[in-house]
């Protein structure tokens, strides 16, 4: 029995030695190991991640980069009731006070002087406009300028040490890129979504004049208005404008305009106070075999004028109704939408050259564009 129990005692004592080693020299071993919880039930832990570094595929280097510069803007607008100067409205009702309506969206500081891009939408009729950083502070923004024709806006806020976001370069960017969408959806707070780049040059989609939409499915929903789209290095590439839903929620279809369009609406808003575009005075359509049959003309693509503006830039320049546009500049139009584009981008006063088909013969017309007037009303998706 003495001999039972001094073997006994050694054993012990050679596994608690190990033990010790063990635990000392490699606690992993013993963590990786299965262990039980205070209910008794097995359970497998991971060992604890390095610190300071990402998950493998996290985008949370991108969005702790871009989200300080995305705003959060609340605006107001004093609304009166559309009957309210009707004498027997005001005799049942009396006068009524005007009713403070509000709006939510988001926009992306540009510039440490204070410049945010936004949607037109979003502050199209306000009184006041409150911008929200997400360091907490608050104040009061002024509109710098807005061009309807493409939804922006650009607003100013006068703060210091401001975030600022780093532009990309959107003209880059391939269907199946990743992307995150950067907003304030709801008003819940800021919140980053994740996608893809589903299509490019989306237009004809009936938003605005100008269209070359980047199509992403990172959702986007009511209050990501004016927000950031950035790609997986925090880069801006778009601003999120509008969805397609049947339920006003995120259905997988979300539209941004490129950042490419945003610089050049801000140039010209902040060194001009507008932004100068193209203009030649015709009535472009689709090409079709019908209208190419009524004018005569021999064309399988481009762009036919079935109108042109008494003593406008085309009409001096010899253009008739029923030409088709083929190339501006040497740049091939093939819908009404890159005509637009394209006539745009021209320079006023400095002349273009048309390449056109007038019946079964190519000409080329040499058209010295005015500059498009503004829109009497915005457009709004």
């Given at each position: 029995m003495k001999r039972i129990w001094l073997l006994f005692s050694q054993a012990v004592?050679?596994?608690?030695?190990?033990?010790?080693?063990?635990?000392?020299?490699?606690?992993?071993?013993?963590?990786?190991?299965?262990?039980?919880s205070g209910a008794g039930v097995?359970?497998?832990?991971?060992?604890?991640?390095p610190a300071g570094q990402p998950a493998?595929?996290?985008?949370?280097?991108?969005?702790?980069?871009?989200?300080?510069?995305?705003?959060?803007?609340?605006t107001s607008k004093a609304v009166r009731h559309p009957r309210s100067n009707d004498p027997w409205f005001q005799f049942f009702f009396g006068d009524q006070a005007p009713q403070a309506q509000t709006g939510l969206g988001s926009g992306v500081i540009i510039s440490p002087d204070g410049y945010i891009l936004t949607n037109n939408h979003v502050v199209e009729g306000a009184d006041e406009i409150e911008v929200t950083l997400t360091d907490s502070r608050r104040t009061?923004?002024?509109?710098?300028?807005?061009?309807?024709?493409?939804?922006?806006?650009?607003?100013?806020?006068?703060?210091?040490?401001?975030?600022?976001?780093?532009?990309?370069?959107?003209?880059?960017?391939?269907?199946?890129?990743?992307?995150?969408?950067?907003?304030?959806?709801?008003?819940?707070?800021q919140t980053v979504t994740s996608g893809i780049v589903s299509a490019l040059g989306r237009s004809q989609l009936g938003i605005n004049t100008f269209e070359n939409f980047i199509q992403t499915d990172a959702a986007i929903n009511p209050g990501n208005s004016g927000g950031a789209l950035v790609d997986v290095s925090g880069n801006l590439m778009g601003i999120n404008t509008a969805i397609y839903s049947r339920s006003?929620?995120?259905?997988?279809?979300?539209?941004?305009?490129?950042?490419?369009?945003?610089?050049?609406?801000?140039?010209?808003?902040?060194?001009?106070?507008?932004?100068?575009?193209?203009?030649?005075?015709?009535?472009?359509?689709?090409?079709?075999?019908?209208?190419?049959?009524?004018?005569?003309?021999?064309?399988?693509?481009?762009?036919?004028?079935?109108?042109?503006?008494?003593d406008g830039p085309a009409a001096q320049a010899g253009m008739r109704p029923g030409d088709v546009i083929l190339k501006v500049d040497d740049k091939a139009v093939g819908n009404v939408s890159q005509l637009l584009t394209a006539v745009a981008a021209l320079k006023p006063g400095t002349p273009s050259a048309f390449e056109v088909q007038r019946a079964d013969k190519k000409l080329e017309l040499n058209i010295n564009p005015g500059v498009r007037p503004r829109p009497q009303r915005a457009v709004r998706r």
């Amino acid at each position: 029995m003495k001999r039972i129990w001094l073997l006994f005692s050694q054993a012990v004592t050679v596994f608690a030695a190990a033990y010790f080693v063990v635990a000392t020299l490699q606690p992993d071993w013993i963590r990786q190991g299965a262990t039980r919880s205070g209910a008794g039930v097995a359970l497998i832990e991971a060992p604890p991640a390095p610190a300071g570094q990402p998950a493998a595929g996290s985008f949370s280097g991108a969005a702790r980069k871009a989200s300080p510069a995305v705003v959060s803007i609340n605006t107001s607008k004093a609304v009166r009731h559309p009957r309210s100067n009707d004498p027997w409205f005001q005799f049942f009702f009396g006068d009524q006070a005007p009713q403070a309506q509000t709006g939510l969206g988001s926009g992306v500081i540009i510039s440490p002087d204070g410049y945010i891009l936004t949607n037109n939408h979003v502050v199209e009729g306000a009184d006041e406009i409150e911008v929200t950083l997400t360091d907490s502070r608050r104040t009061r923004a002024s509109v710098i300028g807005t061009d309807p024709e493409t939804d922006l806006a650009i607003l100013k806020i006068t703060l210091d040490k401001l975030p600022v976001i780093t532009l990309g370069d959107s003209d880059s960017l391939a269907v199946g890129d990743q992307v995150l969408a950067i907003g304030n959806p709801f008003g819940v707070g800021q919140t980053v979504t994740s996608g893809i780049v589903s299509a490019l040059g989306r237009s004809q989609l009936g938003i605005n004049t100008f269209e070359n939409f980047i199509q992403t499915d990172a959702a986007i929903n009511p209050g990501n208005s004016g927000g950031a789209l950035v790609d997986v290095s925090g880069n801006l590439m778009g601003i999120n404008t509008a969805i397609y839903s049947r339920s006003g929620g995120s259905m997988g279809i979300g539209f941004a305009i490129p950042v490419s369009t945003a610089r050049q609406v801000l140039d010209g808003i902040v060194k001009d106070g507008q932004v100068t575009r193209g203009w030649i005075g015709v009535e472009p359509n689709e090409l079709s075999a019908e209208l190419a049959e009524t004018f005569g003309v021999k064309a399988t693509e481009g762009v036919i004028i079935t109108g042109v503006l008494q003593d406008g830039p085309a009409a001096q320049a010899g253009m008739r109704p029923g030409d088709v546009i083929l190339k501006v500049d040497d740049k091939a139009v093939g819908n009404v939408s890159q005509l637009l584009t394209a006539v745009a981008a021209l320079k006023p006063g400095t002349p273009s050259a048309f390449e056109v088909q007038r019946a079964d013969k190519k000409l080329e017309l040499n058209i010295n564009p005015g500059v498009r007037p503004r829109p009497q009303r915005a457009v709004r998706r």
